[in-house]
Structure formats: C-alpha cells, structure tokens
C-alpha cells in the first residue's frame, strides 16, 4: 500500500513532535532531580536530633565538572551522594559533621571567621570548641556553611595543600589528610526552604572567584529544605 503524501507528512510531523516531547520531558525531569536531595537521619544517641555528614574538597572526581570544588553528602545507605541539598525535619537539632578535605587561606572578610547560629556559639574542630577561626593564621578557612536566614555561619578549617595525602580528586576518604567539623543548629519551628552557599570565593580560575561552582547548586550552594 502506498500512502498519499499527506499521510507521510502527517506521520513525519506525529514522529517529530513525539520525540521532541520526549526530549523536553527527560531535560525538565533531570532538571527537576538535579542535584538529588539527602535526608538527614534521626539520631541513634540523641533525643529529637537527626545527623547530616558531609565532605568537602577541592575537586569533586565526578559528574559534569569533576574539577570544580564542591560537597558530597552521606546518605541513608552509607553512600556518598554529590549534592548540596539536604532535607531536615522541622522542630529538630541538626547534628552535622564536615569531612574537610580542601586547603584554606586567609578570609576577605575576618567576619566569617565567627561562628554564627550554632548550640552553644560554637563548632567542635576536631573534637575543640571554637567560637571563632582566625583565618590569617595556620591553614586558613577553606570553605564556609551560610544559611542567612538560619542565622547559620560555619567556618571550615582547611587541610596544608601541600600534605602527602593531600586528597586530589572526590570523594575523598579518611586515610586523606582532612578536619572533621561538627555542629549543631534548630531546624526551625516552620517548614521553609532556605538558601546556603560558602561565603569563600572559592571559584579558583573565573572572576574574582565567584562564578563556576560558586555560582551553581551541586557545588558551593545549596538548600535547606525543612519539612514537616
Ligand atoms: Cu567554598
């Protein structure tokens, strides 16, 4: 049988329009997972408490820009997951622990050397309490942890780039010279969305340090996403 060329128009225009359709749904579908989001899991020690571990470090190893800096979080398997964004519940202590793996320097701003919006003022660095890291000495600050909105400032600690085990590509391991940083923060008593970035310019090689993955969510931005 051969068709009229209507026909083989119109099945042409059918086909085209269905693999279009389908193209769009897989780009706004992967735009809608990316980056994935990571659950904080309840606490097995600590009443009313849910635990986040993270890890930071120069080069993430995988992904669209391997080479960029960025976070990794551990979720419920144990797995480490490329992400900055993070699920809490509401009316909750977020217990977070920062696997820190990047060098540091001194900070544009002595002012996010202070840290903000914690239990008890202060952040634990390597096991310390600390209220305040003065970035002009030592290894410096690598990265920071900012939730305005939380009131959240998180200086992290950076590792001497020039160690042995200095950790080249993610996601790093503990064998891997690193500062674990521990804190706690309230999630909130409503559930809410809330925006945090490092507050470093630590997009090495665009301008002034802030585009490239300072500038994209997977890398130096994120979310805070309390739920009910
Ligand atoms: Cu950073």
């Not at 490092?198 to 979310?223: D, K, Q, R, S």
Request: hydrophobic share 35%.
């Amino acid at each position: 049988m051969r068709l009229s060329k209507g026909a083989r128009a119109g099945i042409v225009l059918v086909s085209a329009a269905i693999a279009i359709g389908l193209i769009l749904f897989g780009i706004f579908g992967y735009l809608r997972t990316y980056p994935p989001t990571v659950a904080a899991t309840p606490s097995p020690t600590q009443p009313n408490t849910v635990d986040l571990t993270l890890q930071v470090e120069g080069a993430v190893g995988t992904g669209p820009h391997p080479q960029w800096v960025g976070w990794y979080a551990k979720d419920a398997a144990g797995k480490w997951v490329r992400t900055t964004i993070y699920q809490v519940p509401e009316k909750t202590y977020v217990h977070v622990t920062v696997y820190e793996y990047d060098s540091g320097g001194p900070l544009r701003n002595p002012y996010w050397g202070k840290v903000l919006g914690t239990q008890g003022g202060v952040e634990y660095l390597n096991g310390k309490p600390v209220s305040v890291l003065d970035a002009a000495s030592g290894n410096g600050v690598a990265h920071t942890i900012d939730a305005p909105s939380l009131g959240l400032n998180i200086p992290v600690w950076g590792v001497n780039g020039n160690a042995k085990n200095f950790c080249q590509q993610g996601p790093c391991n503990p064998s891997e010279a690193h500062n674990v940083i521990t804190f706690t923060f309230y999630s909130g008593n409503t559930t809410h969305t809330y925006r945090w970035q490092c507050f470093i310019p630590c997009g090495v090689g665009y301008l002034e340090g802030n585009g490239g993955p300072m500038a994209e969510t997977g890398y130096m931005a994120g979310f805070f996403k309390v739920v009910a």
